[in-house]
């Protein structure tokens, strides 16, 4: 009796090793990955940012450029696959946004308060990853 307890012990506990193994791979493969998407996301906003009609509606807000603006965001939205792209201004009111036809656009908003903000003005890069409840999406 004390000989088949032993190895049920051993058994359970090589078991449970393994089953520690499997599951401290599987955490690193999806660190990973979140970590190869954030440097993919970090790499569009860098594109974005270097589009003359991105700035240029900053320095001139008018609808001229806003509209160039509006058009570079709806690729950049397009091409990606993102569920939204906008720009800020240094106040942090989104004055161009790829869901201004959205009952809940993001147009006029102020994201002041957040830290991707916050780091931005600051001359930081910053990653934001949030799932918005009342929108049922990334935000």
């Not at 939204?84 to 790829?98: H, W």
């Not at 003005?121 to 990653?127: E, F, H, K, T």
Request: hydrophobic share 35%; glycine share 4%; proline share 1%.
């Amino acid at each position: 009796m004390s000989c088949t307890t032993n190895y049920s012990t051993l058994i359970f506990t090589v078991s449970r090793s393994e089953t520690v193994r499997d599951a401290e791979k599987q955490t690193e493969d999806i660190a990973n990955h979140i970590s190869s998407l954030i440097v993919e996301h970090q790499k569009t906003v860098k594109a974005l940012a270097r589009h003359n009609e991105i700035s240029n509606h900053l320095i001139k807000k008018d609808s001229h450029t806003l509209s160039k603006a509006n058009s570079i965001l709806d690729l950049f939205h397009q091409s990606f696959d993102l569920d939204v792209c906008y720009l800020m201004d240094r106040s942090g009111e989104v004055v161009a946004t790829s869901n201004r036809n959205d009952p809940k656009s993001f147009a006029g908003k102020n994201y002041s308060f957040r830290q991707y903000f916050l780091d931005s003005v600051n001359g930081s890069a910053s990653v934001y990853m949030a799932l918005v409840w009342n929108r049922k999406g990334r935000g």
